[in-house]
């Protein structure tokens, strides 16, 4: 560590950083890229349903594939044999036989269901079909060879219901989607018995019916203020109510109970700022039995007596975040994640008959020999009197003052930021620079008035709250101003892209990942599946038929001329959500104009860059512009 710093101090890596000795002397070791942002070691472990063997996603000549071990022994093996892009979803069949997983080519999100014999490691592509998006609608330990599946097979827009038998390869649609159901809901039985059907004025409705033979009719309605955070979780067991999040006649999403014949609701739990988050079911009962709500970390409340003492003594082992990821069908065996602010992420076994716990492993080992930074809640007021709410992490061993500062702006935009261990937040803190991340309104998880508060606000008062914060980060003497970037991926890219282009003066330079340039062409080029979701997302965005002007001021693209900041923009090829060209209009642009620009495409990336060397390569080119332009420190 001694010669790296001689060498960085050499090259100019730390001017700008060190104010003395001591200081120095209390600044960590660099993480290199490859530990923060390479395959984990080990990660998603997931028990059979008998409970007697565990998967979990580890590696295979640095592509990640799924594993397993017997419960007791130590003979884990692969079982699968991606040799490209690695796995990422999976998940045990009901049989204990079979590890069923999806994948995409080159990041495309057309996902594909295999399935590997965990004996034979003989693999089969169940859903061999091209331009088709798979999705895992139901599995259940009553029918073990059942898979139910949606897919747009006929009609590109919307997806059929098919059921898929493991052990005859038989495949039937069981449910036609006439053109306006976004989503299937079955029953105990595994009965499409519900759906979730999209209205013209962006809102939904629920639809159930009596018999797969019936006819759907409407039992709940949300207006499209209410969709972000409102929608169906599933029936009781008896099939007379429904479990839903609910925005209506309420600020923030409730988790309540839908009697289907008399309409009654029952509210099961509720917080009046924050919305519901992750609901426990039982598995046999489907009684709930917690629900949590995510403040400035995330909080279970625990409503069955049953399992309190489990909770109690689980909550003891770690001061991260937990839950539980994985239950044997006995329910006796739980698999339970902890996740912290300046830790990788643990798993822990736990059982429920001996209230016994056996530590299982950190997903990132090498990150054990580094010190993190904390990752520190923040609130301020914006402009116009909302209480905005973030996070902070600041460089481990340095004064917090004057420091140079990238803004990091999550995607979506409707979802947030949370608290616990974000590899970028890591790694903008330990080359020097803090890290800011912001819940500008629009994000959910603060109940509806905060969430609609975006509603066609891009580049306007979502803007204006990354702005502010910007603000409370200088007045408060911790970020130079002189020395700020903003950075982001899908609308945090836009936010980038804006940032460069409606207030360049605020802003030293911009990192742009998969960001839309222009929100006519992102609207009108959005994947078929998404015409359910249209009508919502002009709804809360704009209307390129009716609103063309208002999204023309709101789109980076028309205001190149503004731009004094160099920008890194980066794009993968088969991106199906914001395509190819709204990274190349805007380079265009700004090449004609003899703007400062870098730009990266990969050719076999979507939405986000997924194959590790993809990641480090422009995790690399990253680092090494926001050296050059803000001066924090460059890893060779």
């Known amino acids: 560590m001694k010669q790296i710093l001689v060498a960085l101090l050499l090259t100019g890596g730390l001017l700008g950083l060190m104010t003395d000795s001591t200081e120095a002397a209390k600044v960590p070791s660099l993480i290199p890229r490859e530990v923060l942002f390479g395959n984990p070691q080990k990660a998603q472990p997931r028990l059979s349903p008998n409970g007697q063997k565990m998967a979990y996603l580890a590696p295979v000549n640095n592509v990640l594939n799924v594993w397993v071990r017997t419960i007791g022994k130590q003979d884990d093996t692969p079982i699968t044999s991606d040799t490209v892009r690695g796995i990422r979803q999976y998940f ?49 330990k009553r029918f073990p060879d059942i898979v139910l599946l949606e897919m747009n097979k006929e009609n590109p827009q919307v997806h059929d219901m098919y059921r898929l038998n493991l052990k005859t390869g038989e495949m039937v649609m069981i449910a036609k989607n006439p053109g306006s ?21 962006g809102g939904f409705d629920l639809l159930v019916r009596d018999s797969t033979e019936g006819e759907f009719r409407v039992a709940y309605q949300w207006d499209y203020e209410d969709s972000a955070g409102s929608g169906p979780m599933g029936f009781t ?42 609901v426990m079911f039982h598995p046999d009962s489907w009684e709930v039995q917690a629900v949590s709500f995510e403040r400035a970390r995330n909080e279970w409340k625990v409503l069955d007596p049953a399992i309190a003492k489990d909770f109690e003594i ?12 994985s239950r044997d069908n006995a ?83 409707w979802v947030r930021d949370s608290w616990g261990y974000d590899p970028e937040a890591q790694w903008l803190a330990n080359r020097g620079y803090i890290c800011l991340q912001v819940n500008y309104r629009g994000s959910t998880g603060y109940g509806k008035a905060f969430l609609n508060a975006g509603n066609k606000e891009w580049a306007g008062k979502m803007h204006n709250d990354i702005i502010d914060a910007v603000n409370w980060a200088v007045n408060n003497k911790y970020a130079d101003p002189h020395r700020v970037a903003i950075y982001g991926g899908s609308y945090g890219g836009y936010a980038a892209l804006v940032g460069a282009t409606f207030t360049p003066d605020t802003f030293k330079a911009a990192v742009d990942i998969v960001g839309p340039s222009n929100l006519i062409t992102l609207i009108k080029s959005v994947p078929p599946y998404w015409s359910t979701f249209l009508a919502n997302m ?19 693209l028309y205001k190149v001329d503004n731009i004094k900041i160099p ?60 050296h050059k332009h803000l001066n924090g420190i460059y890893m060779e």
């Not at 159901?181 to 004025?201: C, E």
């Not at 409730?254 to 509210?267: I, P």
């Not at 809360?540 to 789109?555: A, I, N, Q, W, Y």
């Open 181 to 201: 159901y976004d989503g299937w809901i079955t029953d105990v039985n595994q009965k499409v018995l519900g759906a979730s059907q999209a209205r013209p004025d």
């Open 237 to 278: 067991l008896d099939g007379k109510s429904m479990y839903m999040k609910d925005m209506k006649d309420a600020n923030a999403s409730r988790l309540v109970k839908l009697d289907l014949a008399t309409g009654g609701l029952e509210v099961i739990a509720e917080d009046k700022i924050y919305d519901c988050g992750g």
């Open 92 to 140: 045990w069949a009901q049989d204990n036989e079979h590890i069923l997983y999806m994948q995409d080519a080159g990041g495309n999100e057309n996902w594909r269901l295999y399935g590997v014999d965990i004996n034979t490691k003989e693999t089969k592509d169940w859903t061999p079909f091209e331009n088709v998006q798979v999705r895992i609608a139901d599995h259940d």
């Open 314 to 325: 689980l909550q003891k082992l770690n001061s991260g975040e937990m839950s539980i990821v």
């Open 331 to 413: 329910d006796r065996i739980w698999l339970v994640a902890f996740i912290q602010d300046d830790q990788p992420v643990c798993w822990y076994v736990y059982d429920r008959k001996t209230r016994k716990t056996e530590f299982l492993f950190n997903n990132r080992d090498d990150l054990k020999k580094y010190k993190l930074a904390s990752m520190e809640p923040i609130s301020f007021t914006s402009r116009d009197g909302l209480t905005i709410h973030g996070y902070i992490t600041f460089p481990v061993g340095r004064t917090r003052k004057n420091l140079p500062m990238v803004v990091n702006v999550h995607g979506g935009p």
């Open 538 to 556: 002009k709804r809360r965005v704009g209307d390129p038929d009716t609103e063309e002007d208002f999204l023309k001021s709101r789109s980076p």
């Open 567 to 626: 920008i890194l923009i980066g794009q993968g090829a088969n991106d199906p959500r914001v395509k190819q060209a709204e990274s190349e209009q805007i380079v265009e642009a700004m090449k004609r104009k003899g703007l400062d620009y870098e730009y990266v495409l990969f050719p076999d990336e979507g939405h986000g860059f997924a194959r590790p060397e993809n990641r480090l390569k422009f995790y690399g080119i990253a680092e090494k512009f926001l």
